[in-house]
């Protein structure tokens, strides 16, 4: 889902790209424009590349050639044996979701089942309540292809009706998207609109203790995670919600059956294998009271590593600069590591401090970052969103032009680096 429509337009296709081994040559790009925008999690390469030998998957030819991969009365047919399990797992190693009693329906990534569940949800009112599209509200900044998604449908169901606090309708039912951690600022959401006839979806993807501290096991109604941001496996495709309501279970079911006659099965068995290793590393050795060292760390202390050090030269950076201002976020307990720490968001949210177009002043510093007008409101214009989570030298090739005086250079018409094409194939 991570993805803007500028850059889905700017991706190359001509079968020489590379997205893990980068290697940036600093002299030959200092005219090109650096590109940010999109939150490709490349970071977390290194560490699977230490642990291939341990963390692999095989597939042998005659495997999975049936639609129907699991009799289980329990599961859902197209679930992988285990693969289920494997999610309630590894929620209960981290502490961050409640799943027991609960339904779990994968899909290819959390943007496949955010449309399943609007048109459940918008399915469960009943045609005498009302003759209007059930509106789809957020509150500003967020992420913006939740409206794009939502308007590309054009369904005759439900409607985006965009930021929760110019939302007016006193009466009828609305769906609200709730995010916490929030893309694009990491703060954390609650409801805003709080009337009779909500309903909630809580996309819970950043929810991880790498990017923000564990104060509880999340119990809502419905809860949306992905592998793209919690292992780094966006290539996978695969997704979950966690659901309380048998019923919708079984609407979302259905939708995944009719629309795609499941979720990709060796997907599952990749996720599956991922997950019960990250949770055998934590239950064969206990978490350590103290950060170990890179060649002893397991994902949550490498994640937790990288990104309070990138957030270390991320301060500095903005300091030193001083033309934007960063978001200062509170510290707070977390249960999985068992200290006090600060949040580390997978994507910094800058303001010009002269109430000027962010992304221009991004421009300047030959730094393409996603414009804080598509999270939702004209009001943003000042400010901008850099992801956090791409390649080590990306973000040591970021950090250095953000710390440097603004280019000279006319950048109109110059190429750019982006995260898909980043050894300029």
Not at 3 to 14: L, R
Not at 232 to 248: F, M, N, T
Not at 300 to 322: H, P, T
């Amino acid at each position: 889902m991570e993805q803007s429509k500028e850059t889905i337009n700017s991706i190359p296709i001509n079968g020489k790209v590379s997205n893990c081994d980068e290697n940036i040559d600093h002299n030959s790009t200092d005219d090109v424009l650096l590109d940010v925008d999109i939150g490709d999690p490349i970071m977390y390469y290194p560490y699977w590349k230490s642990v291939d030998e341990e963390c692999s998957v095989t597939i042998k030819a005659s495997a999975f050639l049936s639609y129907f991969v699991n009799l289980n009365k329990d599961e859902f047919f197209y679930h992988v044996p285990g693969f289920t399990d494997a999610i309630r797992r590894i929620h209960r190693v981290v502490g961050n979701a409640v799943t027991e009693g609960r339904y779990i329906i994968a899909g290819t990534g959390s943007s496949q089942l955010f449309n399943y569940l609007l048109l459940a949800l918008s399915n469960t009112v009943t045609s005498g309540t009302t003759n209007k599209r059930v509106p789809v509200v957020c509150a500003a900044p967020y992420y913006g292809l939740f409206a794009a998604s939502v308007e590309t449908e054009k369904s005759s169901m439900y409607e985006w009706r965009g930021d929760t606090r110019t939302f007016d309708d006193k009466e009828g039912p609305y769906i609200e998207v709730v995010t916490s951690p929030n893309n694009p600022d990491g703060l954390w959401r609650k409801p805003m609109v709080n009337r009779e006839g909500g309903m909630l979806i809580h996309d819970l993807a950043y929810y991880w203790p790498q990017y923000v501290p564990i104060t509880g096991p999340a119990d809502y109604d419905i809860m949306l995670f992905t592998m793209s941001k919690f292992t780094g496996h966006a290539g996978s495709r695969i997704g979950w919600v966690i659901v309380k309501d048998k019923e919708l279970a079984s609407a979302l079911m259905n939708q995944s059956f009719l629309r795609t006659i499941g979720c990709c099965q060796e997907g599952q068995l990749r996720a599956k294998t991922i997950l019960n290793f990250i949770a055998d590393s934590y239950e064969k050795t206990p978490i350590p009271k103290v950060m170990p060292t890179t060649t002893t760390e397991n994902l949550f202390e490498f994640g937790y590593r990288v990104m309070s050090d990138r957030w270390e030269m991320m301060k500095a950076a903005v300091k030193q600069n001083n033309l934007f201002n960063l978001l200062e976020y509170p510290d707070q307990h977390c249960n999985f590591f068992g200290k006090f720490h600060l949040p580390n968001p997978a994507f910094a949210w800058l303001e010009s401090k002269t109430g000027e177009d962010a992304s221009e002043l991004m421009r300047e510093h030959k730094i393409q970052a996603r414009k804080g007008a598509m999270f939702g409101s004209s009001l943003h214009t000042k400010c901008v969103r850099i992801t956090m989570v791409g390649s080590d030298d990306q973000f040591r090739l970021l950090i250095q032009r953000l710390s440097s005086p603004p280019s000279s250079v006319h950048l109109d018409e110059v190429p750019s680096i982006s995260k898909v094409d980043i050894n300029g194939n």
